[in-house]
Every structure is written in C-alpha cells, then in structure tokens.
Nanobody, 115 residues
Framework: QVHVVESGGGLVQPGGSLKLSCATS????????VGWYRQAPGKQRELVAR???????NYADFVKGRFTISRDGAKNTVDLQMNRLSPEDTAVYYC?????????WGQGTQVTVSS
C-alpha cells in the first residue's frame, strides 16, 4: 500500500508564497511520474505540474514562472513551491504518484488566497 500525504496548505494573501510537500511511503525516485493537481469549487481537477521519469517537467500554462516542482531525496517528498499567488489559485491541491501506470492520490490540502 502506497501512502500519500500532502501538507503545507493554508491561507495566504495575494502575492504571497506557499510550499506544499507530498510525503509517500515509496521511493519517489522509483516512480514513473510525480505531480501536483488542483481542483477549485465547481471545476474539474487539473494538472499543475509534474515530473516524468525524473527527467522532464511539465507545468500548466497558468503557473509557469510562478510555481516550481521538485523532488527532495533526503526527505523523500515531492514539493511545490508556489510564488505570486492569486485568488485564482484557490483550490484543493492533490499529490499524484504514478507507479508503473497505477495512480495514487492523497487527500489533498486546501490553499486559499485571499486578502
């Protein structure tokens, strides 16, 4: 059983920053892909950023230049550094792990951007 636990969400003012972390019981370096998705109220879940095979990185257009996804080998986490946040970034953020085609999701962490 693969455990996926997100942390780091919260309330932040527009223009502020947050760092999300995704901890898992499996080695992040052995996974086909690791990524972050988000779902705002009334909207579908969408890709934010992901690392594929530890080589390529994909970002959604709406976060390019503001968010950075990375893997921390020492902590075995997948992190999402979010800068210059706007109210449109308000959503539940989910960590996704792809292990040989099987998808694993965390429970999500709420990010609210508001003044």
């Amino acid at each position: 059983q693969v455990h996926v636990v997100e942390s780091g969400g919260g309330l932040v003012q527009p223009g502020g920053s947050l760092k999300l972390s995704c901890a898992t019981s499996g080695s992040i370096f052995s996974m086909s892909a690791v990524g972050w998705y988000r779902q705002a109220p009334g909207k579908q879940r969408e890709l934010v950023a992901r690392i594929i095979s530890g080589v390529s990185t994909n970002y959604a257009d709406f976060v390019k230049g503001r968010f950075t996804i990375s893997r921390d080998g020492a902590k075995n986490t997948v992190d999402l550094q979010m800068n210059r946040l706007s109210p449109e970034d308000t959503a539940v953020y989910y960590c996704n792990l792809d292990i040989s085609g099987r998808q694993y999701w965390g429970q999500g962490t709420q990010v609210t951007v508001s003044s």
